[in-house]
């Protein structure tokens, strides 16, 4: 990002939308970090109450089916067709333009969600089955009533998606950062009260996401648009309206095609229920460790860079694009190779530090999550890359390309996970048919995004992952030996540890790097200069 400004100077494009980036990226890392510990802590809250079974196998097969509309509907095809649309009105001067665009979409998908929630509801028992083939009878029908209640959340999410991006477009971050932390507070007081006040089982965890989503998903979401100044919000459901056309020209897309990045977790949950009690947590454990880098540092600059990447199209200053692109492809690299090294090298540690408690602490599935998890992290840096190279599609208005190749690499992922089901691997070839798709599809966006915009110095892209990937492996041998020598008991021990180990990783990372001489070390330093500012104040 751009050096600080000399006070009598006027700020540029460039200079202004590189602050807006690593302001906004600095807000987003912070909530969500929170979002992946509190995540986390959820996680750790259903091992300690439920353990590793066929009980938490119902629970994970339950959001399967709301997941399955969240995925293809609002998990980012909804935003990401919307904020470029409202973004071009926003910054073109036409803002009542921009709000009655806004009244439309929410109209017609507020009629849109409704009718799919209703189609699910139906169907939760048959969707229940499929997903779960092989698991007792039992676990099937405890799946599909709690996928009932977990079903109108889904209204929340998708509105909430709409409003959320309303927020991005006029770089607001703090309530969009909020929303999933409210969301995870939620369960976890779900799990954690409801059994011992109302006698629930594992439903109250499905009880505690509805309000979470509810509340921070539509309710602080709609609060904050409500109170943006000039807004006009009517319902409507013109679809004549100026930019509802080509909102679904962006939008169809991704509703008719199923992208990997969406659909890879559901399609693991479905061949992980016939490989035995307990293996669908196992899988959903480790997927929610790999997801944490790739939470942090992936969707944090995608999110932080998409409004400013949609303006400078709608400006058609696609040199700025271009190199606002390609920091971030560097950066983010920077962040995600060593942390996928150090989730590697301490995947044991880490697993029995969140997950060993209650009836979860059972030494076999610990071992199988950490394995699974050690899988993951040959992954982890192609799918910390994707949220922004679709955003980059996304930005110049084009969403039939990215979701046609997403498409075609969902279909190989599937036909993998069938084919090789019954091979000695057994349920780990979940998590390797992952990665490689994950791997192959991070590289046919990229090139293709390339070809689309412009060079987008590829070649500067490659030397800073060769570079991170040399100063993470000493970082992760240091760590990797360090645990070898040191065996915490308690496990507060345990997280003191890890606390000193991993800053000395840290550190010797930075170290490494900065002798190395890559430039995304600068971001870390000025991050450090301002720390020490604070601290002398």
């Known amino acids: 990002m751009s050096e600080t400004l000399p006070p009598d100077s006027e700020p540029t494009t460039e200079s202004s939308g ?28 259903m091992g300690y109450q439920f353990g590793v079974n066929n ?55 507020s009629v849109i969600i409704v009718v799919l929630i209703a189609l699910a509801w139906i169907s939760a028992p048959q969707i229940a089955a499929f997903m779960g083939a092989g698991k007792p009878e039992e676990t099937i029908l405890e799946a599909a009533a709690m996928s009932r209640i977990l079903l109108p959340m889904q209204y929340a999410f998708m509105i909430g998606s709409v409003l959320i991006g309303v927020l991005y477009a006029h770089k607001h971050y703090l309530v969009p950062g909020l929303a999933p932390n409210v969301y995870n507070v939620g369960l976890i007081l779900g799990g954690l009260v409801l059994p011992g006040l109302m006698g629930m089982g594992i439903e109250s965890m499905a009880w505690g996401a509805l309000v979470g989503a509810l509340i921070g998903n539509f309710v602080i979401p709609a609060i904050s648009v409500f109170r943006l100044p000039g807004r006009t919000i009517r319902p409507s459901f013109d679809v004549h309206t100026e930019g509802v056309r080509k909102f679904f020209t962006l939008f169809l897309p991704t509703v008719l095609g199923f992208s990997l990045p969406s659909l890879c977790a559901l399609i693991s949950q479905k061949f992980a229920s016939g490989y035995g009690e307990g293996i669908n947590t196992v899988l959903f454990y480790s997927t929610n460790l790999m997801q944490v880098p790739h939470g942090i540092f992936g969707q944090s600059l995608a999110l932080a860079a998409f409004p400013v990447l ?37 995947a044991p540690q880490v697993v029995n530090l969140i997950y060993g408690y209650g009836k979860a ?36 208005h084009e969403s039939l390309k990215p979701v046609l190749i997403s498409t075609a690499m969902t279909v190989a992922f599937t036909v993998g996970c069938a084919t090789l089901a019954h091979t000695p691997l057994e349920f780990r070839i979940l998590p390797w048919a992952s990665n490689v798709a994950a791997i192959i599809l991070t590289l046919l966006l990229m090139t293709s995004l390339q070809k689309r915009v412009g ?83």
């Open 18 to 45: 590189a602050t807006t980036v690593a302001r906004a990226g600095g807000m987003l890392v912070f909530f969500l970090l929170l979002s992946r510990v509190l995540g986390l802590l959820r996680d750790t809250v």
């Open 55 to 109: 009980v938490t196998d119902s629970y994970r097969i339950a959001f399967t089916i709301p997941d399955t509309i969240f995925y293809l509907v609002a998990g980012g095809g909804l935003s990401s067709a919307f904020v470029p649309v409202f973004s071009e009105f926003l910054y073109t001067n036409r803002k009542r333009e921009a709000w009655r665009f806004f009244s439309v979409v929410v109209s017609l998908c």
């Open 310 to 346: 949609s303006q400078f199209y709608a400006q058609q200053r696609m040199d700025l694009y271009r190199d606002q692109i390609s920091r971030t492809l560097r950066t983010i690299l920077y962040l995600a190779i060593p942390s996928s090294a150090l989730l590697a090298a301490c």
């Open 361 to 396: 602490a059972s030494e076999p599935e610990l071992a199988l999550v950490a394995e699974s998890l050690q899988i993951f992290t040959i992954g982890i840096w192609a799918w910390c890359l994707q949220p922004m190279l679709m955003r980059g599609f996304y930005s110049v």
């Open 455 to 537: 060079d987008l110095q590829l070649g500067l892209v490659l030397k800073t992952a060769l570079q991170s990937l040399g100063a993470s492996a000493l970082a992760a041998g240091f760590a990797f030996g360090a645990f070898q020598m040191i065996h915490p008991g308690r496990k507060v021990l345990l997280a003191a540890a890890f606390f000193g180990v991993f800053a000395c990783a840290g550190w010797i990372y930075l170290a490494a790097t900065r002798a190395m001489k890559m430039p995304e070390t600068e971001y870390v330093n000025r991050a450090l200069a301002r720390f020490s500012k604070r601290k002398a104040a």
